[in-house]
């Protein structure tokens, strides 16, 4: 059984940067993948991005290319969400996951607490 316990977040001014942490422990399978998900009120939980616990297979929503910067360190099972160029539009709970990964949220068993990102104009 996985668990993952989320920090970081906050508040951040249009332009600026965060950063989302995710540490996991318990047992895990090395091929399964850690995903940030994002979710507002009234709308579906989407993927931002995923990598697999062995760090390749990076994937992003189209929305945050290039912007942030997703990495796990698998000697310490810690997961990073670097946000930088910060948007209005990226204010949501911010999730990670794990499980085998892809783009669905239909494949991520266990999920973090969320941690809430709010970005100013």
């Known amino acids: 059984q996985v668990q993952l316990v989320e920090s970081g977040g906050g508040l951040a001014q249009a332009g600026g940067s965060l950063r989302l942490s995710c540490a996991a422990s318990?047992?895990?399978?090395?091929?399964?993948?850690m995903g940030w998900f994002r979710q507002v009120p009234g709308k579906e939980r989407e993927l931002v991005a995923t990598?697999?616990?062995?760090?390749?297979?990076?994937e992003y929503a189209d929305s945050v290319k290039g912007r942030f910067t997703i990495s796990f360190d698998n000697t310490k099972n810690w997961g990073n969400l670097e946000m930088n160029s910060l948007k209005p539009e990226d204010t949501a709970v911010y999730y990670c996951?794990?499980?085998?990964?892809?783009?669905?949220?239909?494949?991520?068993?266990?999920w973090g607490q969320g941690t809430q990102v709010t970005v100013s104009s």
């Open positions: 996951a794990s499980g085998p990964g892809g783009r669905t949220r239909l494949n991520y068993y266990t």
């Open positions: 318990g047992r895990f399978f090395s091929w399964f993948a």
């Open positions: 990598i697999r616990w062995s760090g390749d297979n990076l």
